[in-house]
T-cell receptor, first 111, second 116 residues
Framework: GESVGLHLPTLSVQEGDNSIINCAYSNSASDYFIWYKQESGKGPQFIIDIRSNMDKRQGQRVTVLLNKTVKHLSLQIAATQPGDSAVYFCAENKNDYKLSFGAGTTVTVRA | GAVVSQHPSWVICKSGTSVKIECRSLDFQATTMFWYRQFPKQSLMLMATSNEGSKATYEQGVEKDKFLINHASLTLSTLTVTSAHPEDSSFYIC????????????FGPGTRLLVL
């Protein structure tokens, strides 16, 4: 079925390094994508979003890249900090106000 | 901005009882509210979508008579788990949708339900 998935379930990164979290989606009709961060025992926190008419969007220390040709989405975190340790989910919106979530990538920051 | 609250944050109840969870958008009016459940180390699963003043739309496999949703206003939605059983124990998360050029969802902190 059509769904959003993550390439890697876990990512370990050294503090101060850049992190790249990947996501593949299969529905070419999806036109809006969101990255969420979820810390243990908490609800998902909005990080950044991107529409399908864009291929890059930057926020504070984060960049989202969208490659519609290969249906690939990535989240880059610059200068990763211990507070960035969490599960990261990509989600796609198919213009029906519902979000379809990927499996999530657990990011662990090593001191 | 875009703050969503949930109450309670955790609840323990006996099997067979009902539990009500509230979801509020604190600083904006939500066009739509969503209810999810999440099992440990798994992703979020959408249970239902609710709009103020109308019946909720449930996802396939979700029992509407067991998970009652009431969307009384543009800032409040409630989920009632009726006749709870241990298999209903989970992390329940609501989100509120608002338009940011696209329908973006902001999530509450979640409610952990444990049914004994």
């Amino acid at each position: 079925g059509e769904s959003v998935g993550l390439h890697l379930p876990t990512l370990s990164v050294q503090e101060g390094d850049n992190s790249i979290i990947n996501c593949a989606y299969s529905n070419s009709a999806s036109d809006y994508f969101i990255w969420y961060k979820q810390e243990s025992g908490k609800g998902p926190q909005f990080i950044i979003d991107i529409r399908s008419n864009m291929d890059k969007r930057q926020g504070q220390r984060v960049t989202v890249l969208l490659n519609k040709t290969v249906k690939h989405l990535s989240l880059q975190i610059a200068a990763t900090q211990p507070g960035d340790s969490a599960v990261y989910f990509c989600a796609e919106n198919k213009n029906d106000y519902k979000l379809s979530f990927g499996a999530g990538t657990t990011v662990t920051v090593r001191a | 901005g875009a703050v969503v609250s949930q109450h309670p944050s955790w609840v323990i109840c006996k099997s067979g009882t009902s539990v009500k969870i509230e979801c509020r958008s604190l600083d904006f009016q939500a066009t739509t509210m969503f209810w999810y459940r999440q099992f440990p180390k798994q992703s979020l699963m959408l249970m239902a979508t609710s709009n103020e003043g109308s019946k909720a739309t449930y996802e396939q496999g979700v029992e509407k008579d067991k998970f009652l949703i009431n969307h009384a206003s543009l800032t409040l939605s409630t989920l009632t788990v009726t006749s709870a059983h241990p298999e209903d124990s989970s992390f329940y998360i609501c989100s509120a949708g608002t338009y940011r050029g696209q329908e973006t969802q902001y999530f509450g902190p979640g409610t952990r339900l444990l049914v004994l």
